[in-house]
């Protein structure tokens, strides 16, 4: 099959990671100090990627890109972990068609399956359910989805195989057969499952809508710090509606989630090697913290190092 390839890569922080995905575009926000890398296991075959992603407690916004449709399925980690403010577990199925918004919550460490599927791959499956898509979160009956799923299991490891030996996919057969179960298993899975409908599927939406405009004003103004009743006027929500959105489906609250992730958006401007940023001051101020020593102390506690240590690590030539 043309255009397969696999690879092995080591992420150390969230936009390592979500520069490497497939099918959608994902802002990362991790909740653990120190322990933040992980690994992102690929395989593509034409139109479909398969991704096997492991990492420390994260939260994610997610965005399905225009054209693509994407399955998520829980390998580790799954017992807390929440899409869209739901359970995941390990027998449900999340579906991100295009365009779509979503949160997620990882808050152990995990690991998930990613299969991003083309208009061409995304039919073959459509066919297999009978041709009607299904949207939002999806849960495998007990019995009828287990071989499925369980199929969707073995893919998974599969592919972190393949990704460490990238070799044996130049094999006669195997891009084409691994493409042709993955399909298969996808499409069984979603054919025997039931989805979320009715009011808490639009309950999840609304919720949805506030988290994804709280983080856009938040990127909109990034130079100084937000504050509850501001934050409101702009999204045009209350301070409940607000918590009561964040706590649903990411599992804290607003404050916390703007804090941790505008120190996300500093380290990522520490850590760029093409940044403008030649001072821990210049890019703390840019983010809104401005009681420097209380940003290097809260800086410190969630990453195991002082601002100035990620700078200049950040200077070191490449091995």
């Known amino acids: 099959m043309p255009n397969a390839f696999a690879r092995k890569v080591r992420w150390r922080h969230p936009d390592e ?25 690929s395989v593509s075959l034409a139109d479909t990627s398969i991704q096997v992603i492991r990492g420390a407690p994260m939260l994610m916004l997610v965005n399905s890109l225009p054209g693509r449709t994407t399955l998520v399925k829980a390998l580790d980690g799954a017992r807390r972990a929440r899409w ?6 390990a027998d449900r199925i999340v579906v991100c068609h295009a365009s779509r918004q979503h949160d997620a919550a990882y808050p152990d460490d995990f690991a998930c399956l990613l299969l991003s599927f083309g208009e061409a791959a995304n039919d073959r499956i459509l066919a297999r359910t009978g041709g009607q898509e299904t949207r939002g979160d999806v849960a495998g009956p007990p019995a009828a989805g287990d071989a499925a799923l369980r199929e969707l299991d073995r893919i998974s490891r599969l592919v972190e195989t393949l990704a460490g030996r990238p070799e044996l996919l130049t094999h006669p057969g195997t891009a084409q057969g691994l493409r042709s179960s993955i399909l298969e298993a996808a499409g069984a899975a979603l054919a025997q499952s039931r989805p979320m409908a009715g009011p808490l599927a639009r309950t999840a939406l609304a919720r949805q809508h506030l988290v994804h405009a709280t983080d856009d004003y938040l990127r909109a103004n990034p130079a100084r710090p937000i504050y509850t009743e501001e934050l ?69 506690d969630l990453y195991g190092e002082l601002p100035s240590e990620t700078l200049a690590r950040a200077r070191l030539p490449a091995a």
């Open 17 to 41: 990671l979500t520069s490497c995905l497939s099918g959608v575009s994902v802002v990362g926000v991790p909740l653990r100090a120190k322990s933040r890398e992980g690994m992102l296991s």
């Open 232 to 300: 409101c006027a702009a999204i045009g929500a209350s301070a409940t509606r607000l918590h009561q959105a964040f706590r649903a489906t990411l599992g804290i609250s607003p404050h916390r989630y703007l804090k941790l992730r505008r120190m996300e958006m500093v380290r990522a401007m520490l850590l760029s090697s093409s940044g403008p940023w030649h001072s821990v001051k210049a890019a703390a101020l840019s983010h809104g913290f401005w009681h420097l020593g209380l940003f290097a102390h809260d800086y410190r």
């Open 84 to 89: 869209n403010g739901t359970l995941l577990g």
